[in-house]
């Protein structure tokens, strides 16, 4: 799975985690299957965190825009 989220954007990631949580909301799941869900979702969670972090990074190392205040 985690080479599979690798090519997802942040925002397929979200979009994949939004859809695991509606199903575990919709209580219509055993607790066998909650479970593994909840450990996707975690997954998911991590790797759009990671994803963030990273752009955050990315977005900082530009350094402050020209024009504005610091």
Not at 15 to 29: F, P, Q, V
Not at 40 to 62: C, D, K, S, V
Request: without cysteine; negative net charge.
């Amino acid at each position: 799975m985690a080479d599979d989220l690798d090519s997802l954007t942040f925002e397929q990631l979200v979009e994949r985690l939004e859809r695991l949580t509606d199903r575990m909301a919709a209580g219509d799941i055993g607790i066998e299957e909650a479970a593994a869900l909840y450990e996707q979702a975690g997954t998911l969670h991590a790797a759009a965190t990671a994803r963030l972090a990273a752009i955050e990074n990315r977005i900082e190392a530009l350094g402050p825009r020209r024009g504005t205040a610091s």
